[in-house]
């Protein structure tokens, strides 16, 4: 591709950015975290009303000079390591579903850390997957090990780099430990950090919870991955436009972004947001609508302004089967951002807005996926790729289909769906009539019924349950 | 929107025009249809062996200077007329499917000029579709009628543009005909004519068909609303390369536009094209395929470089029921034309590529249309939208809801769907947990209960029985 699509001129990112200026420097950001507040009082911020701090120009244009333009995914394995922008479209799961639709039976119920264990070894056979940002949370966990419950199963079982949250600093710690001790040592895992670390620290309008406050914080100061992402809600908690709520989100962005650089200069960090609309008539929350798909390609633009890479939330879907809605709401808004720049895609998996996992939602996204991978790719540019000896050789009314070109381009000329039916009705009919979800349970069933060469040793896994009395299992049981 | 996606650098444009001048000089077109042929001969081009038509490159500029860069559909109704690329996107129905999924039943059979008089009744209640192109074959169709048994259900319902194509000049001339009696005259047929025509008279690579040349060059000479679309298929009748087959259809292109502009210097033109590439694992023609979305997107760069508006179809699917696939194969294929710089999408109501008619997807499609349209319009830009204002009275903490800027764009702020649900779960369940299919059945049944008032006359209606003996009846029954 050699040229993204934009929604803003030049002087209009420009606009958007002194707006944003105008409105942390104005109106400023509730910090209600005492150690927050400082930092940014230390920095050349003002604090006027109680906790209100507001953030001048100069300084916002000062610490947005800190950043650096890529930020890296690691895996148990580096060979799955993803870096953004280069490696862009990254694609990631969807995070946190409390359900799930139980792959066996049909039935909705409460995801559990074996069904994180089952998805995070599916994930290292996904081609379209890049990332595991651990789908769910798991119900079964004992008392005091809520983040080691979902880190533990995801890690033991997946190579891939895997993100996630944890509500606590203390939870954060037991992760890392887990961490070391599947990388043998703190150096070896310091050297490979594949937890990244994800959080929500502003409640909008242009406020610091404190939670995810505390986390960002200690994160970047510990060098630990993590990133935040911003998350308006059009109507409701950001203004019902799409030029307003980008203007507001994008400030909430800069200040964040000034907080993790007042820490660390030069701390990895991406443009993320998750922008909706509110549907108006029914209050529902629909990260599904077209909305967020629009405004992802005008925060990438923002991003591209400020050299950071860009992604976060995109392509989710309101429906609860994976009917056409679940199909269309995913594929368009993921083109749309795809084709306005964005770098990271946190997509795949889920349904019912962000609250149900669905196991055959994820091998159709992984199949969506390498559709926007290879829409990204696009054309090869050069004289063979015209094609004009072939053409001449064939001549009108002849056919490609003998020529040795045809041959050597047979597996990369475009991409060859695993899931997706191509055949015609009579065959189709004659195969069982499956709808893509039905091909794609299949698929997953081929895959969850190999040996499981990912997972740990059990010598570190013995470890791990020494180190953690009570851990759950942490085993992938199909 | 600023700026489309691009694939190609300008430079990269220029050689590809100039790899379509020399397919063109080089190897020429077959043309078998000697009318054609004597057109090319006398305005420059040369017959090297039989029929084999070489078409000199100065030849090809000369004639592609005589476009004009507007194509307008006139509607019965011409409240309905649309104009590309200033009406863009104009959205169409998928034309010419043999089959159909009866609306009541469920069951595959053959389509009926019935279902065509509801299809058509339909598309002037729904809001995403702006040309009717006649969906369906009529099984129906009496001995001699097979074009008027389309043409005058769709036409009786539908006031709306509407677009077909007939095998033959006896057929057209009889829809013309129709025309006329329900326009009132030939003259008000002609001030208004609600019929455009399309075909596709070359057959990849590079071969002038009998019947649709004769058509176009017809319709040419006569100043009736058509155009010709290109449909290479890449590993059969194109190079399996995304870039080699642009360069073929390119070339195709050329030609046909070069033959109407011989004909008809400034006769209104698209750039229309159905780019597949074939499935080489089966031979399977998949024209839900991201490549045919990304081959549009550089043939709409093409297209801006002849100063043309451009489209075809786009955002089918292999699928043989409204599930997953079905939505993200239109749904991704369209965003990728629709940044690209599509303006015209034939694309809605079918399944099973191209072979089967269904009611559901149909109203789907609208729905996938209209979040195109609001995905086109982006982002209004002024000193209001960026609410800097309201973001200022709500400040950090507050809320927008009750705000009288929220108030005032409750309605235009965001997309609306009536079929897609944002409902959560427990209230989606309480409503029978229907799928997106079984929501657009309901709306469909809703709208083809209304008494349908955009029926012709009764007078105007016994005229055409009275000129056509033995006519289906050609209303909407529900």
Same mark, same amino acid.
């Given at each position: 591709m050699k040229q993204f699509t934009e929604y803003l001129t030049n002087d209009e990112v420009i606009r958007v950015h002194e707006a944003s200026l105008e409105v942390l420097e104005d109106v400023g950001v509730k910090v209600r975290h005492e150690r927050a507040k400082e930092?940014?009082?230390?920095?050349?911020?003002?604090?006027?009303?109680?906790?209100?701090?507001?953030?001048?120009?100069?300084?916002?244009?000062?610490?947005?000079?800190?950043?650096?333009?890529?930020?890296? /995914?690691?895996?148990?394995?580096?060979?799955?390591? !993803?870096? &953004?922008?280069?490696?862009?479209?990254?694609?990631?799961?969807?995070?946190?579903?409390?359900?799930?639709i139980d792959p066996k039976t049909g039935e909705h119920r409460r995801a559990t850390s074996e069904d994180i264990a089952n998805i995070a070894f599916l994930i290292n056979e996904l081609p379209g997957i890049d990332v595991f940002s651990i789908s769910t949370l798991a119900d079964d966990a004992p008392q005091g090990?809520?983040?080691?419950?979902? /880190?533990?199963?995801?890690?033991?079982?997946?190579? !891939?780099? &895997?993100?996630g949250n944890t509500p606590s600093i203390s939870d954060l710690k037991m992760v890392l430990k887990l961490g070391e001790i599947i990388a043998g040592s703190k150096a070896a895992y310091e050297a490979q950090p594949f937890f990244t670390l994800h959080c929500c620290p502003i409640i909008s309008p242009l406020t610091y919870d404190f939670d995810s406050t505390e986390l960002i914080i200690y994160t970047t100061e510990n060098n630990i991955p993590s990133y935040p992402t911003i998350v308006p809600n059009g109507g409701m908690a950001s203004p019902l436009s799409l030029l307003g709520s980008l203007v507001q989100a994008n400030a909430e962005f800069l200040s964040l972004t000034v907080l993790r650089m007042m820490i660390k200069p030069g701390a990895p960090h991406i443009y993320a947001t998750l922008p909706v609309i509110s549907d108006m008539r029914s209050g529902d929350y629909p990260p599904g609508a077209i909305e967020t798909g629009i405004l992802h390609a005008a925060h990438n633009q923002m991003a591209r302004y400020y050299n950071l890479p860009a992604g976060g939330y995109i392509g989710l879907t309101g429906a609860h089967t994976c009917d056409a809605q679940s199909g269309y709401e995913t594929g368009m808004s993921t083109m749309v951002g795809l084709l306005g720049g964005t770098d990271?895609?946190?997509?795949?998996?889920?349904l019912g807005a962000l609250m149900e996992f669905d196991f055959g939602k994820l091998a159709i996204d992984s199949e969506i996926s390498e559709m926007l991978k290879k829409t990204k790719s696009g054309f090869r540019f050069d004289e063979d790729e015209l094609c004009i000896d072939v053409i001449k050789e064939v001549g009108p009314g002849g056919t490609f289909i003998d020529k040795m070109h045809t041959f050597e381009n047979m597996k990369d000329a475009a991409f060859l769906p695993k899931i997706a039916t191509r055949e015609m009705r009579d065959t189709w009919k004659e195969k069982g009539s499956k709808d893509v979800r039905t091909r794609a349970m299949e698929l997953i069933n081929e895959i969850l019924s190999l040996p499981n060469y990912s997972a740990i040793s059990q010598e570190v896994d013995r470890q791990i349950k020494q180190t953690f009395p009570g851990i759950v299992k942490g085993d992938s049981v199909w």
């Open positions: 930092i940014f009082l230390k920095h050349g911020c003002i604090e006027k009303d109680d906790h209100l701090v507001k953030i001048p120009a100069k300084v916002v244009d000062e610490f947005m000079q800190m950043t650096i333009p890529t930020f890296t /995914f690691r895996g148990r394995d580096p060979e799955f390591d !993803k870096t &953004i922008p280069q490696d862009s479209p990254v694609v990631i799961t969807g995070s946190s579903a409390p359900n799930l090990q809520f983040s080691l419950s979902r /880190f533990y199963p995801a890690a033991k079982n997946c190579k !891939k780099p &895997i993100r990271m895609f946190n997509m795949a998996g889920l």
